[in-house]
């Protein structure tokens, strides 16, 4: 009885490293646009920040509450543990498990994000690399025979995703993207006979999610279609911390004369999230 409660008292660490798991991958725009709830700026900063530093420490408590159990149950230590506490301990495993492995994709797109509006990358690592250590020793105290291993090893994640984010560039990044896009929006015509009014006509049979562009976090592309024409572009910005920007065409076809001024809805959202910093140039 005593066991049962201890581990029905320890069940909310799987129901929160859940709710984690799930914020990992949630889209800043859905948290902004709960009514009541916070800013553009200040979702993003919760997604990108405050839920990869949690999903950290709670990856720590998880592997740190699972792996003993496991160990116990797979060494015979105990006599004939419950059914259920062996499906606890699973549990523990299995939500820490897929916290450890989505937490170097958060990480990797925070480096992203933050090259996008300044140059201070590594900055991010004194954030961290700290957390990690921290997370680390937590373990190490509940595994003594991995100790190295998770002291030394939960460091190097953000450290190494730091590393392979310093060789990205954004803008190539965002190209890529833009022609992979367009493939999609050519496949379309090829096979239904006119180009798609919206870019949301693509999925899934043509792209499975709409990679957005990577100049500014929360921009979508600047898309106009119709039978014959289509026009996709983006806003740009020739440097970081340039407030003019830009609208660029990327690729297109048929007679563009009749479609609407080239990124004009994005400007007026990049207007609402960002407090007016920017400032629409027409080239």
């Known amino acids: 009885?005593?066991?049962?409660?201890?581990?029905?008292?320890?069940?909310?660490?799987?129901?929160?490293?859940?709710?984690?798991?799930?914020?990992?991958?949630?889209?800043?725009?859905?948290?902004?646009?709960?009514?009541?709830?916070?800013?553009?700026?200040?979702?993003?900063?919760?997604?990108?920040?405050?839920?990869?530093?949690?999903?950290?420490i709670m990856v720590s408590l998880l592997l740190g509450t699972g792996l003993p159990r496991y160990l116990a149950w797979r060494n015979g230590r105990e006599a004939g543990p419950a059914t259920a506490e062996k499906w606890l301990g699973a549990a523990f495993l299995l939500v820490g498990g897929l916290?450890?492995?989505?937490?170097?994709?958060?990480?990797?797109?925070?480096?992203?994000?933050?090259?996008t509006h300044d140059s201070f990358d590594i900055l991010w690592l004194v954030i961290f690399v700290p957390l990690a250590l921290f997370a680390g020793f937590m373990l190490a105290v509940r595994l003594p025979k991995q100790k190295h291993f998770w002291v030394l090893g939960l460091p190097l994640l953000?450290?190494?995703?730091?590393?392979?984010?310093?060789?990205?560039?954004?803008?190539?990044?965002?190209?890529?993207?833009?022609?992979?896009?367009?493939?999609?929006?050519?496949?379309?015509?090829?096979?239904?006979?006119?180009y798609p009014e919206t870019l949301n006509q693509l999925t899934p049979w043509y792209l499975l999610?709409?990679?957005?562009?990577?100049?500014i976090y929360g921009q979508d592309w600047c898309y106009a279609g119709g039978d014959s024409t289509y026009?996709?572009?983006?806003?740009?910005?020739?440097?970081?911390?340039?407030?003019?920007?830009?609208?660029?065409?990327?690729?297109?076809?048929?007679?563009?004369?009749?479609?609407?001024?080239?990124?004009?809805?994005?400007?007026?959202v990049l207007q609402v999230q960002h407090s007016g910093y920017f400032h629409a140039r027409i080239d």
């Open 158 to 194: 953000p450290i190494l995703t730091c590393l392979v984010v310093l060789q990205v560039d954004y803008h190539e990044l965002t190209v890529a993207r833009a022609d992979r896009v367009a493939v999609a929006v050519e496949t379309f015509q090829d096979r239904n006979g006119r």
């Open 99 to 115: 916290l450890l492995v989505k937490l170097p994709h958060s990480l990797y797109w925070l480096f992203v994000w933050d090259s």
């Open 1 to 56: 009885m005593k066991r049962l409660l201890l581990n029905l008292g320890l069940s909310w660490q799987i129901i929160l490293g859940i709710l984690l798991l799930g914020g990992l991958f949630l889209p800043t725009r859905t948290i902004a646009a709960i009514p009541g709830t916070m800013t553009h700026v200040g979702a993003m900063s919760f997604v990108q920040w405050v839920l990869p530093a949690a999903a950290l």
């Open 231 to 268: 026009r996709l572009a983006y806003v740009d910005l020739e440097h970081w911390s340039s407030p003019d920007a830009h609208g660029k065409i990327h690729q297109s076809a048929g007679d563009l004369s009749h479609l609407p001024p080239l990124c004009q809805d994005q400007f007026a």
């Open 209 to 215: 999610s709409i990679p957005e562009p990577t100049i």
